[in-house]
């Protein structure tokens, strides 16, 4: 996808990233100056239209935790930009980027590190009202009550401390938190990976509730792909750093063009063995290349079945092959 | 709907343990004390080491200071030659030897805890500073901490003390400031985790100010090994309080404190146990009750731990 095009869809969007790179100094020469990077983020591109999910997958270390701790700034990105409402997150002073907080919130992957084990629940939900002066007294009381109960726990259950909470309630004070500013974007990082499979399907319920509800936006990241496709409208799909595969949901599982995205859901098991014995399966085999020394051509070369002489040298760029689905491929699936 | 019926069996369950503890804090707090033997030990110790030291110059049946060379080296009542008007015998002066850990419980009480309190403060908060904020400013703090831990401290509380006329105050600042390091750097190195969990990053990501972070997430998260290592400190304190004393640079006479006390009673350890004895033991219960009452208070601040209604903490 070329800036340029990104430019013209602008209008709709709520929030686009160009060519965002976050590379961690990994050793440094004695006097200071970087002899190896990891290049956690090398140069993506995304954009999110309004109330919809964008789910992003990929195996660990790809960079999509890195991807979303950036767009909040919890990580200053090295380079590129992050466009949020027509305001580049990254040019932003520490000042306003407090304001913008407000609009954009994030959920967490383990329930019981996000939660402050000294602090009662309404105390944790409260503290963002309290942070931005949204409400005090009684009206404070009200406020977070209402949110205990639009994630569905009980109100008498405020006063508790988190440790006697199950995971899934857990998440859910999570959520409230994370919902009562009434937010534009929310970025969920892997929320459900961390819990049994039956309150998984509770916690993405609730999650489309409130979407909903509150016409929210989400970024969700997860390595799970079947909770991603439940939950998202388009997916990317990351390897590396970088995007390799933007589309749709539907056409992410219909129209697979990506040889690691074939990969990706290919691992999924498939519970009836008829059908899975019909299912034509692409196996990723070996390991991720060093990270710390890329590859000069297509990042996926050394674990592709398909791969080329071509593949080698040449990096493949992001095109849009069809209306919304981009593909970093040189080959793509048919 | 059947994930929801699910949830709801598990809010009934959290129901029914949780019954028993909308309570105050204060009342959770008693029961706690209640429960555990050694916090009712320790917080009766010091209870009563604090009133002793109120109402020292009550209890002393003798005046402290009071030569008596009639009665040098008298030993405890019990024994052969002792007498009851001396419990725990004299000292080479005739002095009380009970009159004198009575009223050196003032001094060594004052010095034990105030200098552990100025400790503990400056190191808590070069600790939470510097491990909060990492990069340059926690370089400058540990090197100056580093480098405070070069010096001896017994040097550099002699410097001190050979500017400054030894006195109460000036004992407990002096220790104070040579004992925070330690806080600094075991605080510090609490703080490093913690800043990594989530609910600090999921603060930040609210845009809760960094002050704010350090009161609200931080600090209560390392109040119990803070309270546990400071309990510990209080003895060390008391020991370095004594040898200043034995350097003759800690409370000069006619004040007494214990550490002076021990001291004193080093040279009779052979023929007259009793000087170093006494002293010794006050020492030890009380810095065991202060130890046992800091572990009690630890687990009251920890919302984890559980009032048992058959008792017994959890």
New interface residues.
């Given amino acids: 996808m070329s800036v340029v095009e990104v430019k013209e869809k602008t209008n709709n969007y709520l929030l686009q990233i160009e060519g965002l790179k976050k590379h961690f100094p990994v050793s440094t020469t004695i006097f200071g100056k970087t002899k190896q990077t990891l290049k956690a983020v090398d140069g993506i591109d995304l954009y999110l239209k309004k109330g919809e999910t964008l789910g992003i997958v990929g195996e660990s270390g790809c960079g999509k935790s890195t991807t979303g ?1 950036t767009i ?1 700034r ?1 990580i200053e990105p090295t380079e590129g930009k992050i466009i949020f409402e027509g305001e580049d997150l990254v040019k932003l002073s520490k000042k306003k980027m ?2 913008i ?2 609009d ?3 959920i ?3 329930p019981f ?7 009662k629940v309404f105390d944790i939900i409260a ?2 009202l309290r ?2 002066g949204v409400a005090k007294g009684k009206g404070l009381e009200d406020m977070v009550y209402e949110l205990i109960e639009t994630v ?3 109100r ?2 405020a ?3 988190p ?4 995971g ?2 857990r998440q859910r004070i ?1 959520i409230a ?1 994370a919902i009562a ?1 009434k937010p534009k974007l929310i970025i969920c990082d892997e929320p459900v990976s961390a819990l049994d499979v ?2 998984q ?2 916690i993405l ?1 609730l999650l489309l509730d409130l979407q909903r509800k509150f016409d929210l936006t989400f970024i969700f990241i997860g390595h799970g792909i079947p909770a991603v496709k439940y939950i998202s409208d388009r997916i990317a799909v990351m390897y590396m750093g970088e995007v390799v595969e933007m589309t749709t949901k539907e056409k992410l599982f219909s129209e697979t063009k990506h040889p690691y995205t074939k990969g990706l859901i290919s691992a999924v098991p498939i519970p009836d063995p008829k059908l899975r014995d019909k299912t034509e399966r692409v196996i990723i085999e070996n390991d991720i290349p060093d990270q710390l020394n890329l590859p000069e051509g297509c990042r996926f070369y050394s674990r592709c079945p398909f791969g080329t002489e071509r593949c080698k040298v040449e990096k493949p760029k992001l095109n849009e092959i069809s209306n919304e689905h981009y593909v970093a491929c040189h080959y793509p699936l048919n | 709907m059947q994930a929801n019926a699910e949830s709801k069996s598990e809010l009934n369950i959290n129901d029914k343990i949780a019954k028993s503890k909308n309570q105050s804090t204060t009342i959770r707090g008693l029961k706690l004390l209640l429960q555990s033997k050694t916090g009712t030990i320790g917080f009766i110790i010091v209870i009563c080491v604090v009133l002793v030291a109120i109402f020292a110059g009550v209890l002393a049946p003798h005046d402290p200071a009071l030569n008596n060379l009639t009665a040098t080296l008298k030993p405890p009542a019990w024994l052969d030659g002792g007498s009851w008007n001396y419990v725990l015998g004299t000292d080479n002066l005739g002095r009380d030897v009970l009159s004198r850990i009575i009223v050196g419980t003032r001094v060594s009480l004052l010095v034990g805890v105030f200098s552990v309190v100025l400790a503990g403060l400056i190191g808590l908060i070069i600790g939470i500073v510097a491990g909060y904020y990492g990069g340059i400013v926690d370089n400058i703090l540990m090197r100056l901490v580093d480098s405070f831990l070069a010096i001896p401290s017994i040097l550099f509380i002699l410097v001190v003390l050979a500017v400054f006329e030894p006195s109460l105050l000036v004992l407990i600042i002096v220790i104070g400031l040579t004992n925070w390091v330690t806080y600094a750097r075991i605080v510090r190195g609490e703080v490093l985790s913690i800043k990594e969990r989530e609910y600090v990053k999921a603060s930040k990501s609210i845009g809760t100010k960094s002050s704010e972070i350090m009161l609200v997430h931080v600090l209560p998260n390392i109040v119990s090994s803070f309270i546990v290592i400071s309990a510990l400190s209080v003895a060390t304190t008391i020991i370095l309080e004594a040898s200043l004393s034995f350097l003759g640079l800690g409370i000069q006479p006619p004040d007494v404190s214990w550490g002076a006390m021990l001291t004193d009673g080093r040279n009779y350890l052979a023929t007259n146990w009793w000087l170093a004895t006494f002293p010794g033991l006050a020492i030890t219960i009380t810095v065991l009750g202060i130890i046992f009452l800091g572990d009690w208070l630890r687990d009251v601040l920890d919302p984890k731990t559980q009032v048992n209604q058959k008792g017994g903490a959890k």
């Fill in positions: 701790n909040l919890l407090q304001e907080r407000k954009i919130q994030m967490f992957q383990d590190s996000s939660l402050n084990p000294r602090m503290e963002p942070t931005h569905g726990l009980d008498s259950l006063k508790r401390f440790h006697e909470f199950s899934g309630q999570g938190r500013l039956s309150i399907a509770q319920n």
